[in-house]
């Protein structure tokens, strides 16, 4: 009977952790700390639901020369939007992140739907986030 039940956590574990062998964690700790962003609290983002609903090229994308998306190399956001706007890619990092994220939170409330995501601050910033606690604990 013990071993069934090994057996049964395990299989269990495997169904969970499939979605990571896809290549993307389910939910998402967004931070731009790395590139010397930090004033607000990580981002939580559910990333397989938002999968769920939209194609993959709704937020991701690679532009070929007529700016038509190539599907995007999944890369991260930081990889081509530089904190700061540079010639090649006018659109900084920060601001890359709002006008998706915030943006068509907006429209789908404008457009009334049944079901749309936060648009105020604290609402995406989290205080409670571990990794702001751990910086509020710091500054103590
Ligand atoms: C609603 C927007 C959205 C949709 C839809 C979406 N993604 Fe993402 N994805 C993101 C964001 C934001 C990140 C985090 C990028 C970062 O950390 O710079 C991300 C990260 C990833 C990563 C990890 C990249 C890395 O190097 O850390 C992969 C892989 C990925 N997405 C693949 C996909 C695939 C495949 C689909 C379609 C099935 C998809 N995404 C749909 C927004 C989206
Ligand atoms: C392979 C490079 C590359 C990656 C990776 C990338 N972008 Fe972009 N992005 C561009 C280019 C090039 C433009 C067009 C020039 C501009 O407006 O900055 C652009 C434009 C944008 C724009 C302006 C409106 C639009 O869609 O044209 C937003 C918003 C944006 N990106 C958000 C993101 C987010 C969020 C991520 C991560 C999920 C991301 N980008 C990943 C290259 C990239
Ligand atoms: C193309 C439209 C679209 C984009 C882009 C988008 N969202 Fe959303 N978001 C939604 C919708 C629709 C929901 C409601 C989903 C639900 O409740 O089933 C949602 C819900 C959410 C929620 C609350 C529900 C939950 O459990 O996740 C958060 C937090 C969120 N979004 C964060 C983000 C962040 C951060 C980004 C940018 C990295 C982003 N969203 C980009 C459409 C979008
Ligand atoms: C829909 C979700 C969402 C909302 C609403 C939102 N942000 Fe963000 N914001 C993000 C994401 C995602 C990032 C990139 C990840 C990070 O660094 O936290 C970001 C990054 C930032 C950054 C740069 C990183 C840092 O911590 O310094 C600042 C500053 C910021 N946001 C301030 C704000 C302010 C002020 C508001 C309200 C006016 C706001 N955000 C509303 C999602 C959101």
Redesign the pocket.
């Known amino acids: 009977m013990k071993y069934l039940l090994t057996f049964l956590a395990m299989v269990l574990a495997l169904a969970l952790a499939a979605p990571l062998v896809l290549g993307q964690e389910d939910v998402m700790k967004?931070s731009s700390a790395a590139q010397g962003l930090k004033d607000r609290p990580p981002?939580?983002?559910?990333h397989a639901?938002?999968s769920e609903?939209?194609e993959c090229t709704?937020?991701h994308h690679e532009y070929n020369e007529y700016l038509a998306n190539q599907g995007g190399g999944e890369a991260k956001c930081s990889e081509c939007h530089q904190p700061s706007a540079t010639a090649k890619n006018p659109t900084p990092l920060t601001l890359a992140?709002h006008q998706?994220?915030k943006s068509?939170?907006l429209r789908?409330l404008e457009f009334k739907a049944p079901?749309?995501?936060?648009i105020m601050c604290g609402d995406?910033h989290r205080q409670g986030a571990p990794a702001a606690k751990a910086k509020e604990a710091k500054k103590k």
């Open positions: 967004i981002v939580t983002f559910s639901k938002h609903i939209y709704t937020c992140y998706q994220c068509c939170h789908l079901k749309t995501g936060p995406c």
